[in-house]
């Protein structure tokens, strides 16, 4: 074997271990998303079958009442259940329709220099620490509300609700101005010759073209908002109430989560176990939205 050939079978030898080892990196990268995913999932489900061989799951889905902390003791679910739901409705009512109006106006309206300032600017309000709007929406919100509503309590889901709603419109329209721009140039050209306006066909060939990637926001803005934890925890007034009033203070999952964990309960009892079962409910929840979300994604694409 010559010099030459030596040198290149070299050179092939170690382009092949370079790609070996990235591949391997990359692996491990993917590999250690999928091993915290299963961690988590482990974790609550160990947590949660101590907290279950007390107290029934009968009971947990069925009592109207959750008072653990309480001397005279209930786990019903429900009332966290209600709290979380219904600042999420609140939320999503706010940051859908705005976030996707604005992805509209960025995507087929605006002159570059303005999608250049206001993209930027929108998603510089998802970098605001959430502690920031809950105070925001506890002393300025609320009383701008009270305004209008005088009987509204100094707590109230209302409040909590429209903050987590301007604080995940960022999420819902930078990700659905992606989509929107993503859909092919000669889509809205075909529809320009056939003698659409700009909003017609914004609306009836850009929207339904770019529906997968617009669901996605909006899940992840669902996510977002089921998620959020500091607002509710100010704002919301902490009360376990098992109510669908905006208007009336009630406690999240989230914020009862956080409660708990500050360390005042001795690890191991019943009252501490209670935070794994109900964080079990909530990634349940964000499951089933997500396959909600997967399926609807997948019909639409299928129709147009």
Not at 72 to 92: E, N, Q, R, S
Not at 179 to 191: D, F, I, K, Q
Request: no cysteine.
């Amino acid at each position: 074997m010559t010099i030459a050939k030596k040198t290149r079978f070299s050179a092939k030898l170690l382009r092949n271990l370079r790609e070996r080892i990235i591949e391997f990196i990359l692996f491990l990268a993917a590999l250690s998303s999928v091993a915290t995913t299963i961690a988590i999932v482990g974790i609550l489900l160990y947590e949660s079958v101590k907290f279950f061989h007390q107290v029934s799951l009968w009971e947990f889905l069925t009592d109207t009442q959750w008072t653990p902390l309480f001397d005279d003791k209930h786990f019903g679910i429900w009332p966290l259940v209600a709290g979380t739901l219904t600042t999420t409705a609140v939320a999503l009512l706010v940051a859908i329709p705005l976030g996707t109006i604005i992805a509209i106006y960025l995507s087929e309206f605006a002159p570059p220099i303005v999608r250049e300032v206001v993209k930027p600017v929108l998603e510089l309000l998802a970098g605001i620490p959430t502690v920031v709007y809950g105070y925001f929406a506890l002393l300025f919100v609320t009383p701008l509300l009270q305004v209008v509503l005088p009987d509204l309590s100094g707590f109230n889901m209302l409040s909590a609700g429209l903050v987590i709603g301007m604080m995940i419109i960022p999420y819902v329209s930078s990700l659905s101005e992606d989509a929107m721009r993503a859909v092919p140039t000669h889509l809205r050209e075909g529809s320009y010759a056939t003698g659409a306006t700009r909003l017609q066909t914004a609306l009836r060939i850009v929207l339904p073209s770019a529906i997968s990637g617009i669901s996605a926001a909006y899940i992840l803005g669902i996510s977002r908002a089921v998620g959020e934890t500091m607002v509710v925890a100010i704002a919301a007034g902490g009360q376990p109430n098992l109510t669908f009033n905006p208007l009336e203070p009630a406690a999240t999952m989230t914020a009862y989560i956080v409660g708990v964990s500050l360390g005042d309960l001795p690890h191991g009892s019943l009252e501490y176990e209670t935070i794994f079962a109900v964080g079990l409910t909530l990634m349940l929840m964000t499951l089933v939205f997500n396959i909600i979300g997967y399926f609807l994604s997948k019909r639409y694409r299928e129709i147009y």
